[in-house]
């Protein structure tokens, strides 16, 4: 498998390991594979007998047979996937698949831990540095600092709103030091993502700082996000055979797009659901064919606050090359801040369980979708993104109970926050990488 950026598809392509490093392409878009290579009977093969860390490792031998065999794939996968995705039946029509259950308790620890462990290994080899810079809009940023906290040849740098993430987030993003550096932007996510954007494309920046990325505008982030649909596939499939269809929490739309991969690569999938809060740029667009990026609201669910998702375009790239429509598979629902610490407060009274208002913004649009769409007959795999802990303030409005704070988690409350407050400009960020990580 070979990349080469969205925005021009005549450029030589590159190889996996070179698109990990480089993150966004030199002219600002991302990079894609320039081919789906067909999986449909390794994905088959897949029983609900197979363990996830087993079903990643084929998976990364199936996708890239000349970068790893299959001893290699085989100690990459235990290395990165310590842990691994459940299922929750909720429901009559929808499962929950549950996501949090790695080291920060999101979904995202899955791409991030892969990406650690993978670019270390290739660091090593090359003995070469890294400096990861990264945006996050809650999630992200703890997933990063975790999966790639006190490895020797790579410094992290975080990006993250102020005053627009969780208290818990904060303290998974501030509190670690060592080779993580956490920036407090004065501004919202659109900002923190625009100033990465605009770093990776500073050439001189490049030339004296070794970035890379660990947002989803890194490919290498997605590819082993695809495993656990495929994995919710091979679990689910004896019983709903092709009725299976999958409801995404999105913001950045980089979950969603790793989905569409899974699905490209030959997982059958009767829909997607993208379930967005009132950041509703791409539901928008699949109802007038309008893209309308937009300064961000903050909501209840703050991982999912984006006016300007970047994956949109690697969606558009993804459809385009099979000479699809984005609204072919993919139908959006849009659910305010009432409506998600409703479904939140009825998951808890009908079902006893806690959910992030993340993933009850899924389950409300899977609801929606089953009922509209007459779907009697269809299961929708709702994708739980993060731990209802990290949101026990939200929680606490929307029902009136505390969820559990995980051990892990709640060991970090009294540590000290380290954070640097900056401007939401890429000149505050150029001095902040070129005094402490500028290549002598």
Known sequence: MEFRSTRDTGTESISFPEALFRGLAPDGGLYQPTSEPDLRALIRSFGDDTAFVDLAAAMIQGLFPEEYDAAASRSLALEAFPFAPALRELEPGIVILELFHGPSCAFKDFGASFLAVTMDRELKARGRRAVILTATSGDTGSAVAQAFYGRDQIDVVILYPSGRVSPLQEQQLTTLGGNVQALEVEGSFDDCQRMVKEAFVDGELCDRVPLSSANSINVGRLIPQSFYYIWAFAQLKESYADKLAFCVPSGNFGNLTAGVFAWRWGMPVADFVAATNVNDVIPEYLATRVYRPRPSVKTLANAMDVGDPSNFERLQ??????????????????????????????????????????TAAGTWAARQHLTENSREDTTIVTLATADPGKFVEVAQDAIGVVPPVPERLARLLDKPKQALLVAPELTALRTVLLDRYALS
């Open 317 to 358: 790239a993804i459809f385009a090359s099979g000479g699809l429509d984005v609204g072919s598979v993919l139908t959006g629902y849009v659910a305010d801040d009432a409506t998600i610490a409703g479904e939140m407060r009825r998951v808890y009274e009908e079902h006893g369980v806690f959910l992030c208002p993340h």
